[in-house]
C-alpha cells in the first residue's frame, strides 16, 4: 500500500465513465459553461479526478453529474477544483473535491465504490 493510499479516507477505484461538469464562470452569459463531458480517471467517495478537453481554475467551483458506479444511479453534488495538470495531448487532468455532501451521501457513494473495488 502507498503512503498516500494510507493517507485516504476512503477508498478509491480507477474507473473510466462519463462526468459532466459545470463550471461557475463570470464571463459566461449565465453564470455557468457547461464542459464537454469529461472521462473520469478514478473516483472516491471524497472526490474524483477526470481528464478534460478544457481547463478550470484552480480553486474553482464546479457542479457534478455522472452515474455512481456499479448502479443506475447518479451522482449530482458540487465540488471544487484542488488541482490541474497538463496532459502530453494538450488536455487536462482536474482533481475535484466534493464540497457539501451529508455524511449519508459519502457513505452511500463509498459503498457502491467498494462493490466496484471488489
Do not use: W
Request: hydrophobic share 35%; aromatic share 10%; with cysteine.
Amino acid at each position: 500500500m502507498s503512503r498516500d493510499e494510507c493517507k485516504r479516507e476512503f477508498v478509491r477505484i480507477n474507473n473510466q465513465f462519463n462526468v459532466r461538469i459545470v463550471a461557475r464562470d463570470e464571463t459566461a452569459r449565465y453564470g455557468t459553461r457547461e464542459l464537454n463531458t469529461s472521462q473520469s480517471v478514478n473516483v472516491s467517495a471524497g472526490g474524483l479526478l477526470v481528464n478534460t478537453a478544457e481547463r478550470i481554475r484552480n480553486g474553482s467551483i464546479v457542479n457534478i453529474t455522472f452515474m455512481k458506479p456499479n448502479t443506475f444511479d447518479f451522482f449530482k453534488g458540487s465540488g471544487k477544483v484542488v488541482r490541474v495538470d497538463d496532459n502530453a495531448d494538450g488536455t487536462y487532468k482536474i482533481a475535484i473535491n466534493f464540497i457539501n455532501l451529508s455524511h449519508d451521501d459519502k457513505q452511500m457513494l463509498d459503498y457502491y465504490i467498494h462493490l466496484g473495488a471488489s
